[in-house]
Structures are given as C-alpha cells and as structure tokens.
C-alpha cells in the first residue's frame, strides 16, 4: 500500500487526529518560511531581529520587519491546503490545528479549533496599557492611540514565554490524540517541537509531510517529502473518490 493510501487509511482508523503546522503551510499562499534557502532567517539572526532586546532598543529595523510581514499579510490568502484542513474539522476528520505559524490562514479559511503557539500577526498591543488593536494601524504608528504608549506584534519573540492559552490549548489537544500529522515544519524549535513527540509517546501514529528531512523522521510512521497542498489534495481524493481502493 503507497504512503498516500496508508495515510488516509490512518486518518479514517483514526479516533482522534491532530494536526500540527509550521511555515511551510503557508509557502503556497506566498509566504517565506524561515530556514529554507529562501527563508526569512537566511539573511538575517532571529535573535537580533525578532527579540525582545530588538524591540525595546526600538530600532527601526525591529518596527520595518514586522511592519514589512503584516503589509505582505494583507496580501495573501490561504492555499487548498488551509481549506482542505477547515474542511476535515467541519466534517470531524480532524480535532483542531496546532500551529506555530502568526500568518492567521487557518483562521482565514475557516478553521476554528487552531492553537496558536507563538502568537499572531493579526493584531498589536499596547506595551503599558496592554490594548488590543487591529495589526493595520502598526501600518501608520507606532504609539497607543488610547495612552501613547510603544505598540508591539502580538507574535511571541525570542526570548519570550509561550502564550498560555495557546500551550494549555495544544495539552486539551494531545489528551486522547491517536494520530498525529505535522505539516510544514524543520521540527527545529523547542518547546513547540515537543508536542509531536509527546504525542508519539503517548501512542499516537506520527506522520510528518515536510520538503526536507526532519529531526523526528525515524519516529514518524509516514514520512512523505513533497507540497503539502498536493499531498492533502491527493489523501483528501482517496477519503472522497475511493477509499475502496485500500
Ligand atoms: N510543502 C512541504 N514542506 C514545505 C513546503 C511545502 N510547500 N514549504 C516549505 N516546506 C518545509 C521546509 O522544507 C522546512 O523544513 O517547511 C519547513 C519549514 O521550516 P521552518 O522554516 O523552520 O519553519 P517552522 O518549522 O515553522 O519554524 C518554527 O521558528 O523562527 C521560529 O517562530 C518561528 O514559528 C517559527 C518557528
């Protein structure tokens, strides 16, 4: 049997499915990962960049890269990919998403149960006051329109603790999950990279779709290297056209 037909056949054994992305969702909507060739971290250190100490020196290369990311945000828009997973949670093929990416395209395409563990993009908020505001106005300002205070992303930077929302979202998540599907991710970051591998030795099926080798590939049952949208598209065709053909 080909690891597209053992894959759906997973899926619909599956009582509990959870999927997991990274950047690599999102690159068919246009959007750069972060360590592929021509990811955003090539040229760049994320640790210079996209870190506390960046953001309260207030240079302007913290405010222009995180501008530069929610202007190209406005201007993309979730891939078959994203749909077809909104799809699999309306039709109770999957429990919800963990994710690790800021884009909002699973949200975007419909899907509810998402746990966004570094945060997102879609907003900003004040550093004193603490309020929430679209991330369009950190378009135009950089000041709190309500106390004057320093706006920052609403995305989790290096050297900054994990949204408890997000994490305790992702445990509810794990509790019971028998098969377990990262798409999209080098599986190089900590502690979101823990999640797949409490989940495999909690007993879950491992599955992981990723362009390059992963870290946890020898723990995965799958390992299917190609584009992710191709991928679901042609597990989502077997679920639909023919599951007849296992
Ligand atoms: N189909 C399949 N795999 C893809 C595709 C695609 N269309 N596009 C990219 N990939 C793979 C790449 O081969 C790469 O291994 O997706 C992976 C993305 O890995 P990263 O760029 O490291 O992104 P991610 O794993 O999400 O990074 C985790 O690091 O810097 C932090 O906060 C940032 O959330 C991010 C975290």
Same mark, same amino acid.
């Given at each position: 049997?080909?690891? &597209?037909?053992?894959?759906?056949?997973?899926?619909? $054994?599956?009582?509990?499915?959870?999927? &997991?992305?990274? @950047?690599?969702?999102?690159?068919?909507?246009?959007? #750069?990962?972060?360590?592929?060739?021509?990811?955003?971290?090539? *040229?760049?250190?994320?640790?210079?960049?996209?870190?506390?100490?960046?953001?309260?020196?207030?240079? *302007?290369? &913290? &405010?222009?890269?995180?501008?530069?990311?929610?202007?190209?945000?406005?201007?993309?828009? +979730?891939? +078959?990919? %994203? %749909?077809? !997973?909104?799809?699999?949670?309306?039709?109770?093929?999957?429990?919800?998403? =963990?994710?690790? $990416?800021?884009?909002?395209?699973?949200?975007? @395409?419909?899907?509810? $149960?998402?746990?966004?563990? %570094?945060?997102?993009?879609?907003?900003?908020?004040?550093?004193?006051?603490?309020?929430?505001?679209?991330?369009?106005?950190?378009?135009?300002?950089?000041?709190?329109?309500?106390?004057?205070?320093?706006?920052? +992303?609403?995305?989790?930077?290096?050297? *900054?603790? !994990? #949204?408890?929302?997000?994490?305790?979202?992702?445990?509810?998540?794990?509790?019971?999950?028998?098969?377990?599907?990262?798409?999209?991710?080098?599986?190089?970051?900590? #502690?979101?990279?823990?999640?797949?591998?409490?989940?495999?030795?909690?007993?879950?099926? !491992?599955?992981?779709?990723?362009?390059?080798?992963? #870290?946890?590939?020898?723990?995965?049952?799958?390992? =299917?290297?190609?584009?992710?949208? *191709?991928?679901?598209?042609?597990? $989502?065709?077997?679920?639909?056209?023919?599951?007849? !053909?296992?």
């Amino acid at each position: 049997m080909d690891d &597209f037909l053992k894959f759906a056949e997973m899926i619909r $054994n599956s009582s509990k499915t959870v999927v &997991f992305t990274g @950047a690599g969702m999102s690159t068919e909507s246009g959007l #750069p990962d972060f360590r592929s060739d021509n990811g955003l971290w090539k *040229e760049v250190d994320p640790t210079q960049l996209a870190s506390v100490e960046a953001m309260e020196m207030g240079g *302007e290369e &913290f &405010f222009s890269f995180y501008r530069d990311r929610i202007d190209t945000l406005m201007k993309v828009k +979730p891939n +078959p990919g %994203h %749909h077809i !997973l909104a799809e699999w949670e309306r039709k109770e093929v999957i429990a919800g998403i =963990i994710t690790q $990416n800021v884009d909002g395209l699973h949200h975007r @395409a419909g899907s509810k $149960n998402v746990a966004e563990l %570094h945060g997102n993009l879609r907003e900003v908020r004040c550093r004193r006051c603490q309020k929430i505001f679209p991330a369009s106005l950190f378009l135009e300002s950089r000041e709190c329109a309500e106390c004057g205070g320093r706006l920052r +992303p609403c995305v989790v930077l290096f050297g *900054e603790m !994990l #949204p408890v929302e997000g994490l305790t979202k992702s445990e509810d998540m794990l509790r019971g999950c028998d098969l377990f599907i990262v798409l999209g991710s080098s599986l190089q970051v900590s #502690p979101a990279n823990w999640f797949p591998m409490d989940a495999r030795k909690a007993g879950a099926d !491992l599955v992981i779709v990723n362009r390059t080798p992963t #870290p946890l590939d020898e723990m995965a049952d799958i390992v =299917i290297s190609g584009s992710i949208v *191709e991928v679901l598209e042609k597990v $989502n065709a077997i679920r639909e056209n023919g599951m007849g !053909l296992l």
